[in-house]
Antibody, heavy 119, light 111 residues
Framework: QVQLVQSGAEVKKPGASVKVSCRASGYTFTSFGLSWVRQAPGQGLEWMGW????????KYAENFQGRVSLTRDASTGTAYMELRRLRSDDTAIYYC????????????WGQGTLVTVSS | NFMLTQPHSVSESPGKTVTISCTRSSGSIASKNVQWHQQRPGSSPTTVIYENNQRPSGVPDRFSGSIDSSSNSASLTISGLKTEDEADYYCHSYDNSNHRVFGGGTKLTVL
């Protein structure tokens, strides 16, 4: 069925990097983009960036510029979010969401991946 | 960049109507589309309104969206409230570079 399945929970130390995957199924991966959104414990949603499934073009939120990289493997229908130089305030649930642009809904969300940053 | 400001919480009784606002701090609310997302506790968000007032398939018509240029805000209205509508609601819109910007979220209590 149409779904986004994310990789499992991660525990990282401050200063390390984490790479979360988001595997799409049930639709043509290259016809849609994906946004990455995070949610710290008890906090709201924060947009991190967007990648197109078609050619890998990206947009990044200013808050994460230089620390996050979004990539994708069209052959497997998988997108990746790598966050570097982790801090304790990066502890959050990270979501991918299908995002075809301003005229379309975020109509599909992954189940979320908990990333815990702790020494 | 701009901010989207939502009330921290709202509450209403079952069967009533509630409206949640989302005010854009700079630039016209009408310049970019607004979406609304519902997040129940422990679950991923789902989108209930896109393109200001469009409902994705499967979203009941009790949910409606609008924008008001005079107050530079968007609104989500839920009529015939049900206990299952109790959730956090987030608006989001776009800046001139099509970066997505989320509001801080509103906790809806149906009591």
């Amino acid at each position: 069925q149409v779904q986004l399945v994310q990789s499992g929970a991660e525990v990282k130390k401050p200063g390390a990097s984490v790479k979360v995957s988001c595997r799409a199924s049930g639709y043509t991966f290259t016809s849609f983009g994906l946004s990455w959104v995070r949610q710290a414990p008890g906090q709201g949603l924060e947009w991190m960036g967007w990648i197109t499934g078609y050619n890998g073009d990206t947009k990044y939120a200013e808050n994460f510029q230089g620390r996050v990289s979004l990539t994708r493997d069209a052959s497997t229908g998988t997108a990746y979010m790598e966050l570097r130089r982790l801090r304790s305030d990066d502890t959050a649930i990270y979501y991918c969401a299908r995002d075809a642009g301003a005229y379309y809904p975020f109509d599909l969300w992954g189940q979320g991946t908990l990333v815990t940053v702790s020494s | 960049n701009f901010m989207l400001t939502q009330p921290h919480s709202v509450s209403e009784s079952p069967g009533k109507t509630v409206t949640i606002s989302c005010t854009r701090s700079s630039g016209s609310i009408a310049s970019k589309n607004v979406q609304w997302h519902q997040q129940r506790p422990g679950s991923s968000p789902t989108t209930v309104i896109y393109e200001n007032n469009q409902r994705p398939s499967g979203v009941p018509d009790r949910f409606s969206g609008s924008i008001d240029s005079s107050s530079n805000s968007a609104s989500l209205t839920i009529s015939g409230l049900k206990t299952e509508d109790e959730a956090d609601y987030y608006c989001h819109s776009y800046d001139n570079s099509n970066h997505r910007v989320f509001g801080g979220g509103t906790k809806l209590t149906v009591l």
